[in-house]
């Protein structure tokens, strides 16, 4: 069940990211954490997998040495990143681009929000 998670997980990171233009961490880390009970170094490590080609192998290698990083959930979320990225990339064409700039900025405030005050 985890892994039918991880690629829905990994579909939405993928469709808001094609949509508003932000890295999947900014979306994933949050994810990773309430969704996944993943602690925040265990979730950015994960993130790292993600992110591997092209910018974090050589980041992602001392998470993982570290056990900082689950590189099979991180591979099932960049396979739904892939697919996901592909309909939100062109869905974000048929938004206008006032409603657009509103949308990232709703999530990246909820997000921030979300984590500053969780205990």
């Known amino acids: 069940m985890i892994m039918?998670?991880?690629?829905?997980?990994?579909?939405?990171?993928?469709?808001?990211?094609?949509?508003?233009?932000?890295?999947?961490?900014?979306?994933?880390?949050?994810i990773l954490f309430y969704a996944f009970k993943m602690n925040q170094r265990l979730a950015q490590g994960t993130t790292i997998a993600v992110l591997l080609p092209p910018t974090g192998l050589l980041a992602f290698l001392q998470y993982y040495k570290a056990g900082n990083a689950d590189?099979?959930?991180?591979?099932?979320?960049?396979?739904?990143?892939?697919?996901?990225?592909?309909?939100?990339?062109?869905?974000?064409?048929?938004?206008?681009d006032v409603v657009l700039r509103k949308i990232f900025a709703v999530v990246l405030a909820a997000t921030a929000l979300e984590m500053f005050f969780h205990k």
């Not at 039918?4 to 949050?30: D, F, K, M, Y």
């Not at 990339?89 to 048929?94: E, I």
């Open 71 to 96: 590189l099979k959930l991180g591979l099932l979320l960049a396979l739904g990143i892939f697919i996901g990225g592909y309909f939100g990339g062109g869905w974000a064409q048929k938004i206008p």
């Open 4 to 30: 039918l998670w991880a690629v829905v997980a990994g579909l939405a990171v993928g469709v808001l990211s094609g949509v508003i233009g932000i890295a999947g961490g900014t979306i994933l880390v949050p």
